[in-house]
């Protein structure tokens, strides 16, 4: 069936170094998500994405959906980056969004 | 099977008016509920989600209430509506946390505010 697969599960960075968390689907996806959760378990989102790149101050995010991946960069790293991030995938069927398992970034000064 | 539905399928409204968006899943015992607002480019925000009867967690103020309370069943209301809460409502269901299982949309609600 659909799957996402998201990488790495656990990342640790020192403040003011950066990288990148991957995701990639088993099938085609219309369009890729990525949120943060918040301390009260809710999803933010970051970055909602059709195609090509989008960029909002340290994060980055592209989605190429017929090579069935996507990232988000995070460059310059600050403390309260830590938490835990997902994204999540359209399916090209309407009515589904498929979560990645997350990862789950810690930031050290 | 699951079945999930919103209604109504659209709405036009004037500022200031009330609203009430509703949301049934059948077919699925105690799920995880959402509401969501599809805003210009696509991007889905979630506005509210709820893990059993009575319980709703807020997600982001839009002035925007939502309620649960039937097991099967979502509100979402306002008594004043803004011009800014025009866009298209989804109601999602979930077996457990919306991170690690597959969200189920229903068909949506377009609201359009005067």
């Known amino acids: 069936g659909d799957q996402v697969e998201q990488s790495p599960s656990a990342l640790s960075l020192h403040e003011g170094t950066g990288s990148a968390l991957r995701c990639n689907f088993t099938t085609t996806m219309r369009a890729v998500q990525w949120f943060r959760k918040n301390s009260r378990g809710s999803l933010i989102n970051l970055f909602y994405?059709?195609?090509g790149t989008k960029e909002n101050g340290r994060l980055k995010s592209a989605f190429d959906s017929k090579e069935r991946y996507s990232t988000l960069h995070i460059r310059d790293a600050q403390l309260e980056d830590s938490g835990t991030y997902f994204c999540a995938a359209l399916t090209g069927n309407t009515g589904k969004l498929i979560f990645g398992l997350g990862t789950t970034l810690q930031v050290q000064p | 099977a699951q079945t999930i539905h919103q209604w109504p399928v659209a709405e036009i409204k004037a500022v200031g008016s009330p609203l009430s968006l509703g949301c049934t899943i059948k077919?699925?015992?105690?799920?995880?509920l959402y509401w969501y607002w599809q805003a210009t480019g696509g991007t889905l925000q979630q506005l509210f989600y709820?893990?059993?009867?009575?319980?709703v967690e807020s997600v982001v103020q839009l002035n925007l209430s939502a309620s649960r309370p039937k097991d099967d069943q979502f509100i979402l209301s306002t008594e004043k509506l803004l011009l800014s809460h025009s866009g298209f409502y989804l109601c999602?269901?979930?077996?457990?946390?919306?991170?690690?299982?597959?969200?189920?949309f229903g068909a949506g609600t377009r609201l359009s505010v005067l």
């Open positions: 999602a269901w979930s077996e457990g946390g919306p991170s690690q299982n597959t969200l189920y």
């Open positions: 077919g699925k015992s105690s799920p995880n």
């Open positions: 994405l059709a195609s």
């Open positions: 709820s893990i059993t009867v009575g319980q």
